[in-house]
């Protein structure tokens, strides 16, 4: 069966540290990978995209690659602060599907 | 760019009413939108997918006359709870997304809907 499992529901990470979320898939072939970001009683943000030939991608403090052969995403915050606090969602596509596959969720706590 | 807004954001109706929440894509043409749920520390659910002018592609399980859609336009999209009923009772978010299948989809803020 097709999965894509967020490494953690929550994890809390002292701040300035570096955080890593992890998105695992299973089944799946994307063309891209997506992260968005969810705070409480919105919707999603779109954070970055990085594409099956791209191995990482970079933005401002934000950092993600991308491995197909591990079909594995890794999400990185450097220099975390409080203010990163919130749901991280990842998101890919299927091919033949118009619409982005997205996993559970990591609710990550920055602690001052 | 990329803004998509949803109205109302919270609505609270009485069970049996019908609630239509709207969905703009406020500076870019949506040539497909799309309706999730999202239940409290839930992911997001995909009901369905409309493309401008054509009739919605409701997921399985979602029933298409409860959960009306229309996407008159390529800039708007409307989902219709009707006879809204407790269960019914979620977080309603919509996302846009233009003309390549490769752009990315853009959420609106989203709709919390109480039925009493």
């Known amino acids: 069966s097709q999965k894509i499992e967020q490494n953690s529901e929550a994890l809390n990470i002292q701040e300035g540290k570096t955080a890593t979320l992890t998105c695992n898939y299973t089944?799946?072939?994307?063309?891209?990978l997506q992260w968005y970001r969810q705070d409480p009683g919105r919707g999603p943000v779109f954070l970055l995209l990085?594409?099956?030939?791209?191995k990482e991608k970079r933005k401002e403090r934000l950092k993600v690659t991308f491995d197909t052969t591990l079909k594995q995403s890794l999400f990185h915050i450097t220099a975390s602060q409080p203010a990163d606090s919130a749901t991280y969602l990842c998101?890919?596509?299927?091919?033949?599907?118009?619409?982005?596959?997205f996993g559970t969720g990591t609710r990550l706590t920055v602690i001052p | 760019g990329a803004v998509v807004s949803q109205h109302p954001s919270w609505v609270i109706c009485k069970s049996g009413t019908s609630v239509k929440i709207e969905c703009r894509s406020l500076?870019?043409?949506?040539?497909?939108m799309f309706w999730y749920r999202q239940f409290p520390k839930q992911s997001l659910m995909l009901m369905a997918t409309?493309?401008?002018?054509?009739?919605?592609?409701?997921e399985q399980g979602v029933e298409k006359d409860k959960f009306l859609i229309n996407h008159a336009s390529l800039t708007l999209s409307t989902l219709t709870v009707t006879s809204a009923h407790p269960e019914d009772s979620s977080f309603y978010i919509c996302?846009?997304?233009?003309?390549?299948?490769?752009?990315?989809?853009?959420f609106g803020p989203g709709t919390r809907l109480l039925v009493l």
């Open positions: 996302s846009a997304r233009g003309s390549s299948r490769q752009e990315t989809q853009y």
């Open positions: 089944n799946y072939s994307p063309a891209y």
């Open positions: 990085i594409r099956e030939n791209e």
């Open positions: 998101a890919l596509d299927k091919t033949g599907a118009n619409n982005l596959f």
């Open positions: 500076d870019f043409q949506a040539t497909t």
């Open positions: 409309s493309n401008e002018g054509s009739k919605a592609t409701y």
